[in-house]
């Protein structure tokens, strides 16, 4: 009989397929004390079929690695209205709305109260709720049974996801359908839910990037209070916002990402394009920086209503590092992590934003050591993404 055991806690990226693929639903998930989701398993239903350490992506080694040699580009939705409801240059809306365009279906990412969630689409009307980026972690949970049913009426097939969700897609089909587009997101780390708990005032989050004030200035979130009313919050106030930034929070996995490769299985790969300044007419409305890993990719965007713009290595990489190199040093064993579960179920607010959100003003002595300690292994992860990033580069070229 195989003994079933799930991927550690320290390398469980939370896609939940694991969830998905067992046929006896005996696997299922919790958010934990820490404010991130983890499968768990009810021995009393699970039949040993081992089916779920197969389709688990750490567990099987799923390589999401492409051996190719593909070029970043800027690029930009040629219409306003996708490209300023997007967290950057509003790719993956006219993607989708090609896409939708073309009697498919869409799988992305709203929101749902203050929990996050990938739903399916086939309307363009649905669009708005799957757009903009969303710093919480999606529940996953049933979403790959949805996709393998809509994947069988032969239609196209967008989705959209984390490197990690996307892998998580791939290694639950085991084959690569046709019909199948994927996106992948190159993220900063999953934030723990437990930044939301000083939100419970609130319904819901409309979005978490506003560009009222331009692209690069757009990190604060908008909610919906429970009149219906919309509320813009203050970006220097604001936990979330600064608790994801920070990435003091973030999932375990976050800190040494086994899917941070420039070249993915995924169709295309789509970021933020920092740094640059490049076309600076631009700036203000956003602009994306895309990878095309497959054929099937560069047909679609090419087809699509977007800019497309060949850039250069050199120009992305230092500014987005998460693209190819997915380890943060001593990130995953902090003292600041190992009490997080505690933490925000007996600390003070003033004193969360000052362990998570690193907002220290006070000239208390410990609290100074504490911002000088940061300091450090902040300036420690830049030299180490520096030195992996030239790296990168060379090999590249």
């Known amino acids: 009989m195989i003994k079933i055991k799930l991927a550690k806690r320290s390398d469980c990226t939370g896609c939940m397929a694991c969830v998905d693929s067992c046929s006896r639903s005996a696997i299922s998930s919790i958010v934990e004390k820490d404010g991130h989701r983890y499968p768990i398993i009810n021995y009393d239903l699970c039949v040993r079929c081992g089916v779920c350490m197969k389709k688990c992506p750490e567990l099987s080694h799923f390589n999401y690695v492409e051996d190719i040699k593909a070029l970043p580009y800027l690029s930009w939705a040629k219409d306003d209205k996708i490209r300023l409801r997007g967290a950057s240059g509003g790719i993956f809306g006219a993607i989708a709305t090609y896409v939708l365009a073309q009697n498919g279906f869409v799988c992305g990412c709203t929101m749902d109260g203050m929990c996050a969630k990938h739903i399916i689409i086939n309307n363009v009307s649905q669009l708005p709720d799957i757009q903009g980026s969303k710093y919480i972690h999606s529940d996953m949970s049933g979403i790959y049974r949805e996709l393998k049913i ?105 800190y040494d990402c086994h899917y941070a490769y420039p070249h993915t299985k995924a169709d295309m790969t789509i970021m933020d394009y920092w740094g640059e300044k490049d076309y600076p007419e631009e700036h203000f409305k956003g602009i994306s920086c895309v990878i095309l890993n497959t054929s099937k990719g560069k047909e679609i965007a090419e087809r699509s209503n977007v800019v497309l713009i060949e850039s250069k290595w050199e120009k992305c990489l230092p500014y987005n590092p998460r693209i190819g190199v997915g380890y943060k040093p001593f990130c995953r064993h902090t003292i600041e992590r190992m009490i997080m579960p505690y933490a925000f179920q007996h600390f003070s607010k003033e004193t969360i934003k000052k362990i998570y959100v690193r907002k220290i003003n006070s000239f208390n002595p410990v609290w100074l050591g504490v911002k000088i300690v940061r300091l450090m292994h902040y300036k420690l992860i830049l030299n180490y993404q520096r030195f992996q990033i030239r790296k990168l580069i060379k090999r590249l070229k």
């Open 150 to 254: 809509v994947l069988k009426t032969g239609r196209w097939v967008l989705y959209c996801g984390t490197r990690c969700q996307v892998a998580g897609l791939l290694s639950f089909l085991c084959k690569i359908p046709e019909n199948l587009i994927t996106i992948d997101l190159v993220c900063n780390g999953v934030p723990s839910v437990n930044l939301l708990k000083y939100y419970e005032d609130y319904k819901t989050i409309k979005s978490f990037r506003n560009k009222e004030e331009g692209w690069k200035h757009g990190y604060k979130l908008t909610f919906v209070d429970k009149q219906g009313n919309l509320i813009v919050g203050d970006k220097d106030a604001d936990i979330q916002e600064n608790g994801f930034l920070q990435g003091m929070t973030n999932r375990s996995s976050c």
